[in-house]
């Protein structure tokens, strides 16, 4: 079973930062995807970010176009934080944290959202 709980979200100005955090309770795999998502109202959901670690302590890193070196995940395992630089009004979403065993296949768990709102 995984658990995943988001946290961070909040309002901020345009051009402004916020760091998100996902707290990931995993004991089931050996290795893990955790992804990063978005959606904004009317809009469908958006893949924003993903790290996956092998049964190693090797991880891999991979980003959407849209916030591609605008923002960056890192993460000790246990929580994997989002960090959002240079934010834009169309960063608004809500965001969500999502986990899969292993390098791929679909997202099977996820949090429950945080709203991140970025004024302009």
């Known amino acids: 079973q995984v658990q995943l709980v988001e946290s961070g979200g909040g309002l901020v100005q345009a051009g402004g930062s916020l760091r998100l955090s996902c707290t990931v309770s995993?004991?089931?795999?050996?290795?893990?995807?955790v992804g990063w998502f978005r959606q904004a109202p009317g809009k469908e959901r958006e893949f924003v970010g993903r790290i996956y670690w092998d049964t190693g302590n090797t991880y891999y890193v991979d980003y959407g176009d849209s916030v591609k070196g605008r923002f960056t995940i890192a993460s000790d395992k246990k929580t994997v934080n989002l960090q959002m630089n240079s934010l834009k009004p169309e960063d608004t979403a809500v965001y969500y944290c999502?986990?899969?065993?292993?390098?791929?296949?679909?997202?099977?768990?996820w949090g429950q959202g945080t709203q991140v709102t970025v004024s302009s």
């Open positions: 999502a986990a899969h065993g292993g390098a791929t296949g679909s997202y099977d768990y």
């Open positions: 995993a004991r089931t795999f050996s290795s893990v995807t």
